[in-house]
Antibody, heavy 122, light 107 residues
Framework: EVQLVESGGGLVQPGGSLRLSCAAS????????MNWVRQAPGKGLEWVSS????????YYADSVKGRFTISRDNAKNSLYLQMNSLRAEDTAVYYC???????????????WGQGTLVTVSS | EIMMTQSPATLSVSPGERATLSCRAS??????LAWYQQRPGQAPRLLIY???TRASGIPARFSGSGSATEFTLTISSLQSEDFAVYYC?????????FGQGTKVEIK
């Protein structure tokens, strides 16, 4: 069974930093592109970032480019999101999400974690 | 950036009735479109990908159609568990943009 478990969310002041982690299990982690998708309270879904299986390709939404860094450790079956210079508008549930098909880059999301809440407030 | 527009924002349907949800892309995405369902308090779930292919375990009452810029998600006979918010997403170009969602509520 595919499992994605996020951690690292919490309350942080504007301008602060936070690192999210996602522990993956139940599939061959190093063959899938992984993503972060967020959802502000009461709002819709927003794609944040994607990283290819071999870390060759990385993409970011314009809203986070230069502030967020996605990374992965295939030996540890883990995905990360380093978030710096956080703003109030970054407040959201952050979902770790796996592409539906392996060995591809631009695909739909097949599996989602339960999310971790990040609140940026003073 | 490709903009995805869903309509209507809210759809009121009685159980057992048919629901038709629309998604429009600001430019052609070919068949690179997915639909997701999100129930309250839950993570989204993949329903349809490549515009018309049902994901694993998705009931046959869910169907997708369309190509290029116009897409439709049809739920043939609404069950109680189908009342939720539905999102479309294009994966033709970066960024992978979502529509704003359609809430299907009980009439």
């Amino acid at each position: 069974e595919v499992q994605l478990v996020e951690s690292g969310g919490g309350l942080v002041q504007p301008g602060g930093s936070l690192r999210l982690s996602c522990a993956a299990s139940g599939f061959t982690f190093n063959t899938y592109t992984m993503n972060w998708v967020r959802q502000a309270p009461g709002k819709g879904l927003e794609w944040v970032s994607s990283i290819s299986s071999d870390i060759t390709y990385i993409y970011y939404a314009d809203s986070v480019k230069g502030r967020f860094t996605i990374s992965r450790d295939n030996a540890k079956n883990s995905l990360y999101l380093q978030m710096n210079s956080l703003r109030a508008e970054d407040t959201a549930v952050y979902y770790c999400a796996r592409d539906n098909k392996e060995f591809t880059m631009l695909r739909e999301v097949g599996y989602w974690g339960q999310g971790t809440l990040v609140t940026v407030s003073s | 950036e490709i903009m995805m527009t869903q309509s209507p924002a809210t759809l009121s349907v009685s159980p057992g009735e048919r629901a038709t949800l629309s998604c429009r892309a600001s430019q052609s995405v070919s068949s690179n479109l997915a639909w997701y369902q999100q129930r309250p308090g839950q993570a989204p779930r993949l329903l349809i990908y490549s515009a018309s292919t049902r994901a694993s375990g998705i009931p046959a009452r869910f169907s997708g159609s369309g190509s290029a810029t116009e897409f439709t998600l049809t739920i043939s006979s609404l069950q109680s568990e189908d009342f939720a918010v539905y999102y479309c997403q294009q994966f033709s170009n970066w960024p992978k943009t979502f529509g704003q969602g359609t809430k299907v509520e009980i009439k």
